[in-house]
C-alpha cells in the first residue's frame, strides 16, 4: 500500500482504445485522476491570448488545456500537504507544477515517452525537469538524455504496460488465413511499408493487407495492391485483426514504447518490427523479430518464413503471450508502487 495520496493529471490520447494507452495504470493504483472541477472552470474565463502568453515557453505539444490542469494541481497543492502529483504524459502535460510546489511537502512525477529526437524538437526549454522529484521513462534510449538533465538517481525506467485480460489470443485456426496486419501512424515508416507490401504481393498473390491508421496517411496507403485501410474501428474490431492476422508489420523511423506492439504481443500475433530506439527492450522475450531500419527485404523475407512455416509460428505466437505478460499492468504497477514509496524515504 502507498502511504500517500496519488494524484494522476493528464489528458486521454483520442486515438488510443478503451482498454489502452499509460492512463490505465490509475486503473490499478488507489489514485485519484485529476477531472475538471469548480476551479478548472472558472479558468477557462481566462482570455486565451493571455494563456497563450504565459504558455509561451513550454513546448508546441503544450496546450491551454495543459495549463488549465497544472494551475488546478497548484490550487489542489497549496490545500493539501503530502500527496504525490504523477503528470502520465510530460510532454503535454508538464510544465509549470514543480514551480508551484512551494512548501516542499509534495512530491512531482512525469513520464515521458518520446524518444529522445522527438523530445527535443516538441519541448521549448527544459529547465522545468529539475523541478521533478522523480523522471519516469519507458524505453532505454530515453535514459540518458534525462540523466544529462537531472540527478541519475532520479531518472527510473519503468515500461509501459499492456491489458492482458483483455487483449489475449483468440482460436489459432483463425490465424491461418494469410494476412499481414499494420495499425497506428505516430513515427510508423510508411516508405518501409510500401516496399514491404509490394514486395510480397509480388512473390504471393494470396497474400492480404489490413492497414488501420490515420485518414491522414491514407494517400501512403491507398494504392497498395490486395490491401484494405480503416480508418476508424472499434476496439473489439481491432482485437478480432489481432487474433485472425498472420503476423503484425511494425516498421519504424522512431521508437520508445509501442502500444500496437503490446497489444499485439497480447493477442498472441508474431510481429515484425524495425529495431530502431528503445523498441527492442519489449522483444527481448520473444514474439518479436527485428530488422535494420529500412530493410524491407528482409522484413518482407521474415514475414512470409513466419506465415510459411507453422512450426515456427506457433512458437513466435508462445513466446508473444509470455513476453507480454511480462508487461501486463499489475506488474507495472507494482514497480510504480515501489518508486512512489521511495521518494518518502
Known amino acids: 500500500m502507498i ?39 472558472l479558468l477557462q474565463y481566462i482570455p486565451e491570448r493571455i494563456l497563450a502568453r504565459i504558455r509561451a515557453r513550454a513546448g508546441s505539444w503544450y496546450n491551454s488545456k495543459a495549463l488549465r490542469q497544472e494551475m488546478q494541481a497548484a490550487f489542489h497543492m497549496l490545500c493539501h500537504t503530502g500527496s504525490i502529483y504523477h503528470f502520465l504524459y510530460g510532454e503535454d502535460g508538464f510544465h509549470y507544477a514543480g514551480y508551484w510546489n512551494i512548501r516542499r511537502t509534495h512530491r512531482i512525477i512525469a513520464t515521458y515517452h518520446m524518444p529522445p529526437e522527438k523530445f527535443s524538437a516538441i519541448t521549448g526549454n527544459t529547465e522545468h525537469i529539475h523541478t521533478l522529484d522523480a523522471v519516469v521513462v519507458v524505453a532505454p534510449n530515453q535514459e540518458m538524455m534525462f540523466k544529462n538533465l537531472v540527478s541519475p538517481e532520479r531518472v527510473h525506467l519503468i515500461p509501459h504496460g499492456i491489458d492482458t485480460c483483455f487483449f489475449t489470443p483468440g482460436d489459432a485456426e483463425l490465424a491461418r488465413t494469410r494476412m499481414c496486419l499494420f495499425v497506428g501512424s505516430h513515427l510508423r515508416d510508411f516508405a518501409m511499408l510500401r516496399h514491404v507490401v509490394k514486395l510480397l504481393a509480388q512473390r504471393d498473390r494470396t497474400i492480404r493487407f489490413v ?34 492476422s498472420s503476423v503484425l508489420l511494425l516498421p519504424m523511423l522512431d521508437a520508445t514504447a509501442n502500444n500496437t506492439l503490446l497489444e499485439a504481443l497480447a493477442c498472441g500475433l508474431p510481429v515484425v518490427a524495425t529495431e530502431t530506439g528503445g523498441i527492442s527492450m519489449y ?3 520473444g514474439g518479436v523479430v527485428f530488422v535494420p531500419p529500412g ?10 518464413r513466419i506465415m510459411d512455416d507453422h512450426r515456427y509460428r506457433n512458437s513466435l505466437c508462445r513466446d508473444a503471450r509470455a513476453n507480454a505478460e511480462g508487461f501486463g499492468w499489475d506488474k ?7 518508486l512512489y514509496q521511495s521518494l518518502y524515504l
Open 3 to 41: 502511504a500517500r495520496p496519488v494524484i494522476y493529471i493528464g489528458t486521454r490520447m483520442r486515438h488510443h482504445a478503451p482498454h489502452a494507452g499509460y492512463d490505465r495504470l490509475a486503473d490499478y493504483i488507489p489514485s485519484i485522476l485529476q477531472r475538471p472541477n469548480t476551479f478548472y472552470r
Open 211 to 244: 492497414i488501420v491508421t490515420n485518414k491522414s496517411e491514407i494517400p501512403q496507403v491507398a494504392d497498395l495492391p490486395n490491401t484494405t485501410v480503416y480508418t476508424s474501428i472499434s476496439e473489439d474490431h481491432l482485437v478480432y485483426l489481432y487474433r485472425t
Open 283 to 285: 522483444g527481448q522475450r
Open 295 to 304: 530493410d524491407y527485404g528482409t522484413m518482407a523475407q521474415e514475414t512470409l
Open 332 to 338: 507495472i504497477a507494482q514497480q510504480m508502487c515501489r
